[in-house]
C-alpha cells in the first residue's frame, strides 16, 4: 500500500529562519510527487510537481527537491505569509489519485 | 475563470438525514475528483471522474456515498443516512489533461465542512 508520511508535524520559525520539511514515501511506480500549501479554511494550493530523483523546482523562498525516498521543501528566509500547512502527495501506478500525507504545519513569528 | 466552486461552504446535519454538496470546476477541465479531509490529516481520495464516467472509486466510498457528473459538467457527491464519522471537509478538484510531463497539478476548491450532530 502506498504511504506518504511528513516530518515535523508542526515547526515554529522566527522569520528569516531557515529550514526544511520532509515527505517519505513507499510507492510502487513513482509518477509524480506534489507540494501543496493549504491555508485554514481552504483547499490545498498547487506549488511544485516532481517527477524524478534529482530534481529540483524553486518559487520564490521555496525549494522542493526530490531523491527515491524522500522529497525536501526548503524554506529560505521565511516570512509570516509563508505559515500554512504544507502538504506532499505522490502519483502512483495507473490511478489517477493522490496520496497526500498528513501535512506540516509551519508558523512564521515576525 | 473563477476557479473551482464548491456549494455550500458549510452543512449542518442530524445524523440519519441525507445531504448533497455541488462542484463546478473549472470549465475547460475534463478530469474531476473528490477528496475528504479530517482535521490535521490530508485529503483522502473519494473518486475520479473523466468527462461524465466515473472511473475510479475508493474503498473509502460506502454504498451511502454516491456521486455524480452529468454531461461532464458540475458534479454533486450525496451521503445518505448521514453519520457523525461523516463529519469532514469534502473537497473537488480539477484538471485537464497532463501535456507531456508538464502538470500543475489539481486545483481544488474551498470544501464544504460537513457537520454532523
Known amino acids: 500500500e502506498d504511504q506518504v508520511t511528513q516530518s515535523p508535524e508542526a515547526l515554529r520559525l522566527q522569520e528569516g529562519e531557515s529550514s526544511s520539511l520532509n515527505c517519505s514515501y513507499t510507492?510502487?511506480?513513482?509518477?509524480?510527487l506534489f507540494w501543496y500549501r493549504q491555508d485554514p479554511g481552504k483547499g490545498p494550493e498547487f506549488l511544485f510537481t516532481?517527477?524524478?530523483a534529482g530534481e529540483e523546482k524553486e518559487k520564490e523562498r521555496l525549494k522542493a527537491t526530490l531523491t527515491k525516498k524522500e522529497s525536501f521543501l526548503h524554506i529560505t528566509a521565511p516570512k509570516p505569509e509563508d505559515s500554512a500547512t504544507y502538504l506532499c502527495?505522490?502519483?502512483?501506478?495507473?490511478?489517477?489519485?493522490?496520496?497526500f500525507g498528513p501535512g506540516t504545519r509551519l508558523s512564521v513569528l515576525p | 475563470d473563477t476557479g473551482v466552486s464548491q456549494n455550500p461552504r458549510h452543512k449542518i446535519t442530524k445524523r440519519g438525514q441525507n445531504v448533497t454538496f455541488r462542484c463546478d470546476p473549472i470549465?475547460?477541465?475534463?478530469?474531476l475528483y473528490w477528496y475528504r479531509q479530517t482535521l490535521g490529516q490530508g485529503p483522502e481520495f473519494l473518486t475520479y471522474?473523466?468527462?461524465?464516467?466515473?472511473?475510479?472509486k475508493s474503498r473509502l466510498l460506502s454504498d451511502r456515498f454516491s456521486a455524480e457528473r452529468p454531461k461532464g459538467s458540475f458534479s454533486t457527491l450525496e451521503i445518505q443516512r448521514t453519520e457523525q464519522g461523516d463529519s469532514a471537509m469534502y473537497l473537488c478538484?480539477?484538471?485537464?489533461?497532463?501535456?507531456?510531463?508538464?502538470?500543475?497539478?489539481?486545483?481544488f476548491g474551498s470544501g464544504t465542512r460537513l457537520t454532523v450532530v
Open positions: 510507492v510502487s511506480g513513482l509518477r509524480g
Open positions: 470549465s475547460e477541465h475534463n478530469r
Open positions: 478538484a480539477s484538471s485537464s489533461r497532463p501535456l507531456d510531463r508538464v502538470w500543475y497539478g489539481y486545483t
Open positions: 471522474f473523466q468527462n461524465e464516467a466515473q472511473l475510479e
Open positions: 516532481l517527477y524524478s
Open positions: 502527495a505522490v502519483q502512483a501506478g495507473y490511478g489517477q489519485n493522490f496520496v
